[in-house]
């Protein structure tokens, strides 16, 4: 297996633009958490999936944030319109039921930067 | 009060000396990962935990589920070990991490 597979690795865009990032998890895992990560707040959970139903999206900053799985190998955090703090990098991670032998797998994440 | 606490935030060290970085809890968890993360890179869990301890290559983490405390050693560490480490719980009540705030570790050669 690939791993967590994300998607761009980096991505540079004007404030006002709509941002897509994507992710592609473990076959098998159940699990899908979306992360940003930045120097002030550190990691901070932003919403995740189980079976693809969205089940916590509290950490999700505005509604400007959206985020999709329309199937179980396929998720999309959307960012309209994208402002300049949004810059960060954003972690995708998957986990599969019955935590204790399963475990988390990250992705490489997204470094977006909106100028 | 944080969930979880770890400690020391930084560390500095000489190629070669043992390490030890711990991480204190304070809520029911299903399990807990160490995990490490390269300055600007990704991150990579190291260990996932439940009880006892485990061993890959020179990194030992163990984890004592009455007292809610977890060690992670390093052995013979190098400077590639540079790097920042993150404890992180899994709650027992769902399927969220909690994470620590991370150390620092350099090692000097």
């Known amino acids: 297996d690939a791993g967590v597979i994300q998607s761009p690795r980096h991505e540079v865009t004007e404030m006002g633009q709509e941002v897509t990032l994507r992710c592609k998890p473990i076959?098998?895992?159940?699990?899908l958490f979306w992360y940003r990560q930045t120097m002030m707040r550190g990691l901070e959970l932003l919403i995740y999936?189980?079976?693809?139903?969205?089940?916590?999206d509290s950490g999700m900053p505005e509604d400007r944030f959206s985020a999709k799985m329309p199937n179980a190998s396929f998720s999309t955090l959307k960012i309209q319109p994208s402002e300049p703090r949004d810059s960060a990098v954003y972690f995708c991670?998957?986990?599969?039921?019955?935590?204790?032998?399963?475990?988390?797998?990250f992705g490489s994440g997204t470094r977006l930067t909106v100028v | 009060k944080n969930e979880v606490e770890q400690s020391p935030q930084n560390l500095t060290a000489q190629e070669g000396e043992f390490i030890t970085i711990n991480c204190s809890y304070s809520?029911?968890?299903?399990?807990l990962h160490w995990l490490q993360q390269h300055p600007g890179g990704g991150i990579v869990s190291l260990f996932m935990l439940s009880s006892g301890k485990k061993k890959h290559g020179r990194l030992i983490a163990t984890i004592n589920i009455q007292e809610k405390h977890s060690s992670l050693h390093i052995t013979a560490s190098h400077p590639r070990d540079s790097a920042v480490y993150i404890c992180?719980?899994?709650?027992?009540?769902?399927?969220?991490?909690?994470w620590g705030a991370g150390t620092k570790l350099i090692i000097k050669p």
């Open positions: 992180a719980v899994l709650l027992d009540s769902n399927y969220q991490l909690i």
């Open positions: 999936f189980n079976n693809n139903v969205p089940i916590d």
């Open positions: 809520v029911g968890i299903s399990a």
């Open positions: 076959s098998g895992h159940d699990y």
């Open positions: 991670a998957s986990s599969g039921t019955g935590q204790a032998n399963y475990g988390y797998t």
